[in-house]
Structure formats: structure tokens, C-alpha cells
């Protein structure tokens, strides 16, 4: 069965940098499509970034953009987000989401917290 397991949250400050792991399992991770979602206490959850499944098209959320940069390494079965400048709003829950066959998987989320 498809899984996406998700690592990589912490507390940092702002300013700092992270970068997320979404290991991915259960399918054939170089043929779909992978995204980035976050979703703040409070808040529905957004959508940040997608990288094709070549890596070829990517594309971000203004929240995103020049800070978050979305890659995959289809080798290893993993899509990372690398986070820098983090501002306490980017405080959030993040999940890795793929659509395989026309079905949605979500995994179970990592927390961000930016705080001084």
C-alpha cells in the first residue's frame, strides 16, 4: 500500500533553515507527482509546493517562493523541502501528498515550529 512518511520538523528560530523528508513507498515513485502542504493551528491546510514527477516542472505557493525550494530523488523514493528564512509564520503541520490512480495519499505530517 502507498505510504508517505514524513521527517525533518523541529523548532528553530527565525532566520534558520530545515529541510523535510517525505520517504515514499508502495508505488512507483518516479511516474507521479509529489506536493508539499502545510496547515497552521487554526488554519485549513495550504498547498506549498509540487515537483513533477521528473523533477522538471516545479512550482510554489507565494508563501514559498525564494525561501522553500521542493526537490525529489527518485533513487531513493523521496521528495525533501528545503526551508530557509523561516518566519514564525511558517509555524505548521507539514504533509507530503501524492495522487496515485486517481486516489489521494497523505502521510502523516511533520511539525514546524518557528519561535525565538
Known amino acids: 500500500q502507498v505510504q508517505l512518511v514524513e521527517s525533518g520538523g523541529g523548532l528553530v528560530q527565525p532566520g534558520e533553515s530545515l529541510r523535510l523528508s517525505c520517504a515514499a513507498s508502495g508505488f512507483t515513485f518516479s511516474d507521479y507527482a509529489m506536493r508539499w502542504y502545510r496547515q497552521a493551528p487554526g488554519k485549513e491546510r495550504e498547498w506549498v509546493a509540487r515537483i513533477a514527477n521528473t523533477g522538471g516542472t516545479i512550482t510554489y505557493a507565494d508563501s514559498a517562493k525564494g525561501r522553500f525550494t521542493i526537490s525529489r530523488d527518485n533513487a531513493k523514493n523521496t521528495v525533501y523541502l528545503q526551508m530557509n528564512s523561516l518566519k514564525p509564520e511558517d509555524t505548521a503541520v507539514y504533509y507530503c501528498?501524492?495522487?496515485?490512480?486517481?486516489?489521494?495519499?497523505w502521510g502523516q505530517g511533520t511539525q514546524v515550529t518557528v519561535s525565538s
Open positions: 501528498f501524492t495522487r496515485v490512480r486517481s486516489y489521494d495519499y
